[in-house]
């Protein structure tokens, strides 16, 4: 079984409009092809013709039994309404987790102003999803996006269920001891890349991921995703066969730790 736990349905080519419902049906055929068997939309931080809200989102996949819903939740624009929205999502079981995109939006984690997010998310019992590492706007500012930042939040938050956004990349180090220090925190291996590994990339990546493991112990922790569309589902696929894992690792990385995580119930399937 395999679980992305990174994916989008945003239009990253803005030089041209693409409607969200052929969108959605290229992120269909790609579950398929690739024999995904769920997969988690996060939606964004700002909404605009390339980028989809919540609802929309909602509204598209409710009735789809592979998918769910992060929501993205923008730091410096979220009202009261949001929350309450968001508030009746999460109890229907509509909504998975919520996602903050620290870089994109100049805020780090532990800013007060997240605390009624992660109250949000721990009244549901439901992960935060936090972007770190480099970014795919050139206008974003990194050093909102250390992964260091999350310990601060776990460390304040000791039963919030965190996920660093792309092992930290290219801060690799830090995010392994944050991991390796607080049980509360995951991590995921989405958009290392854009489109393709090359060879020389993929075996680097690799030696790197290989090494975090060896230092934060048996992946409890590891979830499994691709950052899709900006990364292709086949070459993550390939990429995670030359980690060459033991088979109970390899399971928990692609499935069993997000199913847990996120409260899919898809071992009770």
């Avoid at 996006?145 to 269920?161: C, G, I, Q, T």
């Avoid at 925190?185 to 393709?196: E, K, P, R």
Wanted: charge should be negative; include cysteine.
């Amino acid at each position: 079984m395999i679980v992305d736990v990174h994916t989008h349905l945003n239009n990253y080519d803005e030089t041209k409009i693409v409607p969200l419902a052929a969108r959605y049906e290229e992120f269909q055929e790609s579950l398929r092809f690739n024999g995904i068997d769920y997969a988690l939309i996060l939606t964004s931080y700002k909404v605009d013709a390339h980028r989809p809200s919540t609802r929309e989102v909602v509204e598209l996949t409710q009735d789809a039994p592979n998918m769910g819903v992060v929501a993205g939740v923008s730091f410096l624009n979220y009202k009261e309404r949001d929350l309450r929205e968001l508030a009746d999502y999460l109890k229907a079981g509509l909504v998975k987790g919520l996602k903050l995109y620290p870089g994109y939006e100049p805020f780090y984690p532990y800013d007060s102003r997240c605390r009624v997010l992660y109250e949000l998310a721990l009244e549901f019992d439901v992960p935060v999803m936090i972007h770190t590492g480099d970014t795919y706007s050139p206008k974003a500012k990194v050093r909102f996006a250390h992964p260091l930042a999350v310990d601060d939040v776990a460390v304040d938050f000791p039963d919030l269920k965190l996920v660093i956004c792309h092992v930290g990349n290219p801060w690799i180090r830090d995010a392994m001891e944050v991991v390796y220090k607080n049980k509360n925190v995951h991590t995921d291996i989405s958009g290392f890349v854009l489109g393709d590994f090359t060879e020389r990339f993929e075996k680097f990546m690799v030696g790197q991921m290989k090494d975090m493991i060896l230092y934060a112990g048996d992946p409890n922790y590891l979830l499994y995703g691709t950052d899709w569309p900006i990364c292709r589902m086949r070459t993550y696929l390939k990429f995670v066969r030359g980690l060459e894992l033991p088979d109970p690792h390899y399971e928990k990385l692609m499935w069993k730790n997000a199913d847990r995580l996120f409260k899919l119930g898809l071992a009770e399937s």
